[in-house]
Nanobody, 119 residues
């Protein structure tokens, strides 16, 4: 089994910044992709940023958010700058993981961390 644990959420004023962290642990042979998704109240879960063979960002966060990985530690980070009220959501860490050599890739999710942008 694989566990993902997020940290770093909270309440911040518009224009402020936060840094989210996610640590993956458990039966990990290799991690293909790590990323961040978010879900605002009453909406679906949307991709924010992913880091695998390439790095991808949602259009709404380009230029403000930066994803980074520490592959040696199985960690992924999301630096969020110039936060806006519309960034308010629960942010989920995601990892696509192989738990054994030659095994299938499986999708894992963290429990989520709340980010609230409000004055």
């Amino acid at each position: 089994q694989v566990q993902l644990v997020e940290s770093g959420g909270g309440l911040v004023q518009p224009g402020g910044f936060l840094r989210l962290s996610c640590a993956a642990s458990g039966s990990i042979f290799s991690i293909n992709t790590m990323g961040w998704y978010r879900q605002a109240p009453g909406k679906g879960r949307d991709m924010v940023a992913t880091s695998g063979g390439s790095t991808n960002y949602a259009d709404s966060v380009k230029g403000r958010f930066t994803i980074s990985r520490d592959s040696a530690k199985n960690m992924v980070y999301l630096q969020m700058n110039n936060l806006k009220p519309e960034d308010t959501a629960v942010y989920y860490c995601n990892a696509i993981v192989a738990t054994m050599r030659g095994g299938p890739l499986r999708n894992y999710w963290g429990q989520g961390t709340q980010v609230t942008v409000s004055s």
